[in-house]
Nanobody, 115 residues
């Protein structure tokens, strides 16, 4: 059974940093991609950053230059380092693993940025 567990969210002031972690219960190389998504209140869920099986990383424009995705294959863990956070980054952040047309989601971790 595939499980994804996120952690690292919290309350942070504008300009602060957080590091999110996503631990996958199976080998992350089982998936075509693993990534981070977020959903703010009243808004649709959107992609933040994803990494493919081959290691290519794609960032949404909203986080480029501030967010860094990385992975530790020995721990089946994907990280999202978020720097220079802004109030508009406030959202629930979800980890997603994708293989073919199947998607697996974590339960989410709340990130709140106050000014």
């Amino acid at each position: 059974q595939v499980q994804l567990v996120e952690s690292g969210g919290g309350l942070v002031q504008t300009g602060g940093s957080l590091r999110l972690s996503c631990v996958v219960s199976v080998n992350i190389f089982e998936f075509n991609s693993v990534g981070w998504f977020r959903q703010a209140p009243g808004k649709e869920r959107e992609s933040v950053a994803t990494i493919t099986l081959g290691g290519r990383i794609d960032y949404a424009a909203s986080g480029e230059g501030r967010f860094t995705l990385s992975r530790d294959t020995t721990k089946n863990t994907v990280y999202l380092q978020m720097n220079n956070l802004k109030p508009e980054d406030t959202a629930v952040y979800y980890c997603r693993a994708a293989v073919l047309r199947r998607f697996y989601w974590g339960q989410g971790t709340q990130v709140t940025v106050y000014s």
